[in-house]
């Protein structure tokens, strides 16, 4: 079996009292797509949050390419090569997904670009 691009493993995030993820395992293999459905409040952003770095697992491991990562902000999970598109993001409607995508990494990379040249 390949390895997998990114695994979270027993992944834990509690607000106060609120436990948002409990004990999560994921584990996704290249080139492959996943949907994470629930209801509201089922914890699907919390995990999709932490993956990209907003918010701190309280405890769990998460892996990129077989090794441990730690992604703390959103710009270690881009090093990374990890994007995240809002779902309330402002998307391109006669674009398809792929393009809306792209056109978030290459605004990345433009800002990017500018900040280095100032």
């Not at 395992?25 to 952003?45: C, F, P, Q, W």
């Not at 995990?47 to 270690?76: C, H």
């Amino acid at each position: 079996m390949a390895q997998a691009a990114i695994e979270l493993i027993g992944i834990n995030k509690s607000f106060g009292a609120v436990r948002a993820n409990r004990d999560i395992n994921l584990e996704v293999a290249r080139g492959t797509i996943h949907g994470i459905v629930g209801e509201n409040g089922a914890g699907k952003s919390t995990l999709m949050s932490i993956l990209y770095g907003f918010y701190q697992a309280d405890s769990g491991e998460i892996r990129v390419g077989g090794q441990p990562a730690s992604i703390k902000t959103p710009n270690d999970a881009i090093a990374l090569g990890i994007g995240m598109v809002h779902q309330h993001f402002m998307l391109v409607d006669n674009f398809s997904v792929l393009e809306n995508v792209i056109l978030g990494a290459e605004s990345d990379a433009l800002l990017k670009s500018s900040i280095a040249k100032a």
